[in-house]
C-alpha cells in the first residue's frame, strides 16, 4: 500500500497557480518532516519544499521556488499542501511526496526519504 497519495496536478498556463495535496494514507512510521519533491524528464530529482510537523512548523524551500511555491500542513485532515504561484515552465514535472523521521534542523528537501507517494503530474505551458 502507497502511504502517501498526491492529487491536484494537471495542467495550467505560466503565471497560473495550483496546489498540490498530499494525503497520508498508510504507516508512515513516526515520520514528522514532509514535503515535496520533484523530477522532469531527463533530469534528477529535485527537493521542492518541506515542513517539520512538530512544534514551530519550520519550512524549507528549494532556491528555485522561493516565493513562489509555499508548503502547509494540516494536522487534522493529515494532509500536506503545495500551492504553486506564479508557475513557470521550468516547473513542469512529476510531484512527488515525501516523509521521513529528522530532527527539526534536518528537515530540509536533500538526502533519502523513506516514505513516497507515486506523483502527480504537473505541466506548465507557456
Known amino acids: 500500500q502507497v502511504p502517501l497519495v498526491e492529487s491536484g496536478g494537471g495542467s495550467v498556463q505560466a503565471g497560473g497557480s495550483l496546489r498540490l495535496s498530499c494525503a497520508v494514507s498508510?504507516?508512515?512510521?513516526?515520520?514528522?518532516?514532509m514535503g515535496w519533491f520533484r523530477q522532469a524528464p531527463g533530469k534528477e530529482r529535485e527537493g521542492v519544499a518541506v515542513i517539520y510537523t512538530g512544534d514551530g512548523g519550520r519550512t524549507y524551500y528549494g532556491d528555485s521556488v522561493k516565493g513562489r511555491f509555499t508548503v502547509s500542513l494540516d494536522n487534522d485532515k493529515n494532509t500536506v499542501y503545495l500551492q504553486m504561484n506564479s508557475v513557470k515552465p521550468e516547473d513542469t514535472a512529476t510531484y512527488y511526496c515525501a516523509a521521513d523521521r529528522r530532527g527539526e534542523s534536518s528537515c530540509v528537501p536533500y538526502g533519502e526519504y523513506k516514505y513516497w507517494g507515486q506523483g502527480t503530474q504537473v505541466t506548465v505551458s507557456s
Open positions: 498508510g504507516n508512515i512510521g513516526s515520520s514528522n518532516c
